[in-house]
């Protein structure tokens, strides 16, 4: 794999991973494009599942488990690459979310998701915590 994804997971060239482009759509329509790498052996069973109908996603969320995990959320103009299996023009404005699970401290997975930016918007309600 290439080592800038392996530094983006925090794991070393000998560690055995799994790099995948994912893109999801909604009602035929390309909703979002996931970039995932996984730490196999974190991630036990994860190259013997058949991940068309199911995505790497979700099934890391049913069986295997994660003891913390970090959000990075930003704006930022889609790559060429990205944005041709958005079905956007290169340089697209599009909302990002960068996600790394652990568990135990060894790395689990690194997930970047491209969204187009036009169709999303973030919202948080929130309380006092006195």
């Known amino acids: 794999q290439d ?12 560690t055995p991973t799994l790099w995948m482009l994912c893109l999801h759509l909604s009602n ?17 069973g994860i190259t013997c ?18 003891t913390d995990a970090e959000h990075k959320i930003s704006a ?3 790559p060429a690459d990205i944005a041709g ?11 990002v979310v960068e996600r790394r699970t652990w568990n135990n ?3 689990v997975t690194y997930a970047r ?12 309600h929130f309380e006092p915590a006195y």
């Open 3 to 14: 080592p800038e994804r392996r530094e983006l997971l925090g794991v070393s060239g000998r």
């Open 28 to 44: 035929g329509e390309a909703f979002q494009l996931e970039e995932r790498l996984i730490n196999i052996d974190a991630a036990p």
């Open 49 to 66: 599942r058949p991940l068309e109908t199911m995505g790497p996603g979700l099934w890391l969320l049913g069986h295997v488990p994660w």
């Open 76 to 78: 930022r103009e889609a």
């Open 85 to 95: 299996h958005l079905g956007k023009q290169a340089g697209a404005a599009c909302l």
């Open 105 to 107: 401290g060894t790395p």
């Open 113 to 124: 998701l491209w969204h187009c930016g036009a169709n999303h918007s973030l919202v948080g």
